[in-house]
């Protein structure tokens, strides 16, 4: 290393030997580009330890927050996209997820959520081949990859910024800020966490290797890590306008590593070649994308018309930029949000108003604070592709903003070092009263996300009543729980308020009507609940679980061919329900069919069963044909699926000890 020079006078410096590194009044009188060549050399002697620290405090603080989580289960759309989706289970079914869109999600997703996401399903694959559906490693992986990309802030911002003290911050930021909570809580949004990792190593790899010669192999490792970023979520195809906009908006040599003359002239032509080339990447990524899923967008503009959307979107906005500074009021479903149909909605004058304030700020103070200023356009770069301008299920969602929050978190970052430039004590202090706020709020919220009872609870009660998808959540889950006396009231809402709404989709209003008739049928009113069951029936015909209510209620009745007669009726409305092929194997083994009762056994199994009724059943009726090594088979392959039912151990361990 070269030794520092004494800046009083020339010969030796008086300490006799190479000066240590300046002290933080020096480096402060230091014109800029000295005082940064001077960090950088004291940075090459203390970075190593300094890192470590870093490294070990954002690991201690992710254990103290984001470690219980292993204690959570699966909840919401994770019933769709990993309970009851029988692709994840089988590595055969690997190379489907990049040509067929059934192995996205079991029964019941419904078109509306189209999505291509191979990625995450081999994360998925992975985590289910480790632990099957035990619910804690699922969460372990996801906390673990949310440090992961906490360290990836710290290298981007390091490199950035070129201090470890402000590359923490920015990294504890992202790491603790209150609206990470959904995505890293949830294991459904696994998405998000791989999408920000491939995002901030294409940005690392990028500031790593652009003042080097071009060189094809690392251009092709660009374009490698922008296509699996865009496999994890389509969020992440903002990746070349965020070089873009790190090579004009912050010039090599300023808020970045200095470089020299030949370095320079070589970097106009390196960013053009690569993002010309991640740009054919990104027009292979939405071809292939369309053909995966039929379209391109999910559905209609929800405000009704493109212009209504975009006015309730500048609201939307302005909501993720209060969310940054005061993430108070955190909610699972913004669903309820009206929308928007006029210029003269004041509301939406208000948010113009601020975003324009905003964009405004921004560019004044672009040469003043380069890297915080282009944290904010990080922040709007990367929440472009949710701003339905092509529509999505949503006008916004906190996973939303999971990768743009790493662009706050650069811009806290830089906003520490400059003030720590000239009041370090009262950076230090505020960066930790910053830093303990959001901890305080985030250690809160993450308790909401224990079991999917109390989100759906939290959720309805922080919502307002135009909120329709979290009260309907919450009725399937009261009466899945067999909670009838509680549901009545909110299934009467539900189907009083929107049951008959033609503008409502006609699976959710023969839902309403279902889950009334069956919350009364359990309340023991089987006159005013029987006729709603067939009301469902009649709403939509392929609404299978009306028929197996049905079935159900004549098989109480004693009626087992009855019944029998109904559960085909649903199997046959539904192949892919497992509730209908398993209610048609219990049927045929009262009626004493047991060949054909295994059959449908097994075709419940096939369709992906989310409870484990199914596998219970099948192996009592092997056992009980003296076919123990096949009923030991069936509960193991139900052990891997359902860990913590004590049923399926205690007679998987009885199978074991009879072949013996």
């Known amino acids: 290393m070269k030794k520092l020079k004494s800046s009083s006078s020339a010969g030796p410096p008086r300490s006799g030997g190479p000066t240590s590194c300046t002290s933080a009044a020096t480096r402060r009188a230091l014109p800029v580009e000295r005082a940064r060549a001077v960090q950088t050399k004291c940075n090459a002697n203390g970075y190593s330890t300094a890192g470590l620290l870093a490294l070990f405090f954002l690991v201690a603080i992710c254990a103290l927050i984001w470690g219980r989580t292993a204690g959570f289960g699966f909840v919401w759309d994770d019933d769709y996209f990993i309970v009851g989706n029988p692709a994840i289970r089988s590595f055969s079914f690997l190379p489907k997820y990049f040509t067929d869109i059934s192995t996205m999600a079991g029964r019941g997703m419904g078109e509306d959520f189209a999505v291509f996401r191979p990625c995450r399903n081999i994360s998925y694959l992975f985590d289910f081949s480790v632990a099957g559906l035990d619910p804690a490693w699922w969460h372990i992986h996801n906390v673990l990859l949310h440090l992961l990309n906490s360290l990836m802030v710290f290298l981007v911002a390091r490199q950035l910024l070129n201090r470890t003290g402000a590359s923490f911050v920015a990294a504890a930021v992202f790491l603790v800020h209150p609206v990470q909570t959904e995505v890293v809580a949830w294991v459904k949004c696994r998405d998000d966490l791989l999408a920000a990792f491939f995002v901030l190593l294409g940005i690392h790899l990028w500031m790593k290797w652009r003042e080097k010669p071009f060189n094809p192999l690392r251009l092709a490792v660009h374009c490698a890590v922008y296509l699996l970023a865009c496999l994890s979520k389509v969020q992440a195809i903002v990746v070349p306008f965020l070089i873009l906009a790190l090579e004009y908006w912050l010039p090599r040599g300023k808020g970045t590593q200095e470089q020299d003359d030949d370095s320079a002239g070589q970097a106009k032509p390196l960013v053009i070649t690569t993002v010309a080339c991640m740009c054919i990447v990104m027009v292979v990524f939405l071809v292939w994308r369309h053909s995966f899923i039929g379209k391109t967008s999910q559905i209609d503009y929800i405000a009704g018309s493109f212009f209504a959307t975009m006015l309730t979107m500048t609201r939307a906005a302005v909501k993720y930029l209060a969310l940054l500074v005061w993430p108070q009021h955190l909610v699972a479903d913004y669903s309820g949000m009206e929308s928007s149909q006029s210029l003269l909605d004041w509301k939406v004058a208000a948010s113009v108003a601020v975003i324009l304030s905003v964009a405004w700020a921004v560019i004044a103070n672009r040469r003043r604070l380069p890297v915080a200023t282009f944290g904010l356009l990080w922040f709007g770069i990367c929440l472009a592709p949710m701003s339905n301008i092509i529509p999505m299920m949503q006008y916004m969602a906190e996973r939303f903003m999971y990768v743009p929050v790493a662009g706050f978190a650069l811009t806290a970052g830089a906003l520490f070092a400059y003030l720590a430039q000239r009041q370090r004590k009262i950076a230090l202090i505020t960066a930790a009263l910053v830093l303990l706020a959001f901890a305080a709020r985030t250690a809160d919220r993450v308790g909401a996300w224990r079991d999917a009872m109390t989100i759906f609870e939290v959720t309805v009660r922080d919502t307002p009543e135009g909120a329709i998808r979290p009260r309907r959540n919450l009725l399937s889950l009261m009466i899945n729980r067999g909670r009838y006396e509680e549901a009545l009231p909110l299934a009467r809402e539900l189907w009083d308020t ?50 197996v209510d049905i079935g159900v209620v004549t098989g109480m009745g004693g009626d087992h061919a009855g019944a029998l007669e109904w559960f085909k009726k649903a199997a046959a409305a539904d192949e892919t329900d497992p509730g209908a092929h398993y209610n048609v194997g219990i049927s045929l083994r009262e009626l004493g069919r047991v060949a054909e009762a295994e059959t449908a056994f097994r075709a419940s199994l096939e369709a992906g069963p989310s409870s484990p009724g199914a596998h219970k059943s099948l192996a009592a009726l092997l056992w009980t044909q003296g076919r123990i090594p096949e009923a030991v088979e069936v509960y193991k392959a139900a052990r891997k699926l359902w860990p913590a039912d004590k049923e399926i151990s205690h007679w998987l361990k009885e199978g074991r000890k009879a072949l013996k």
């Not at 279902?514 to 089987?526: K, S, T, V």
């Open 498 to 547: 929107w049951g008959r709404d033609e503008n409502v989709s006609t699976r959710w209003r023969a839902e309403y009507a279902r889950h009334l008739g069956f919350a009364l049928l359990q309340n023991d009113m089987l006159a005013e609940g029987v006729p709603l069951i067939h009301k469902a029936i009649e709403i939509d015909p392929k609404y299978s679980t009306a028929y």
